[in-house]
């Protein structure tokens, strides 16, 4: 089922919950993708979702129960650097590839416990676990 209207607008019935709270550019980026790969690969929505939020991590993190434009475009961990194929870890929407600083700040942002003390990997794990976390709460 297509996620678009037909003058192209996101339906917001259809989005995830985390993108119902995100902006207009987030939506616009999923939905496009999802309509372009379930077109693609013949209504197979599974693949679909995956090439949509492949396409959102490019150009948004995900903070809290919501997805918000990075710093700068591009892959955000070693799954999304590699493609399809590839078998790596994921973040989870946690723009790994941030600079330490960048992730502090999201930690602080997101009221995250001795952050101070972690390192980057352990930053990233404690953000995904916290945007797990508040997104279940705003589902």
Do not use: C
Request: charged letters at 35%; glycine letters at 8%; a positive charge.
């Amino acid at each position: 089922m297509p996620k678009t209207t037909r003058s192209g607008q996101p339906k917001r019935s259809e989005l995830p919950s985390t993108l119902q709270h995100s902006d207009d550019k987030a939506q616009r980026t999923f939905t496009k993708a999802y309509d372009s790969a379930i077109e693609e690969y013949d209504g197979d929505q599974q693949r679909a979702h995956q090439v949509a939020y492949a396409a959102l991590k490019h150009t948004h993190e995900k903070v809290g129960d919501r997805w918000e434009p990075k710093e700068e475009n591009g892959p955000s961990d070693p799954q999304a650097e590699g493609g399809r194929d590839t078998n790596r870890r994921t973040a989870g929407g946690v723009d790994a590839n941030a600079s330490k600083d960048h992730l502090m700040d999201v930690a602080r942002r997101l009221e995250i416990p001795g952050r101070s003390r972690m390192t980057k990997d352990e930053l990233v794990g404690a953000i995904q676990k916290a945007n797990d976390r508040a997104s279940a709460r705003s589902r």
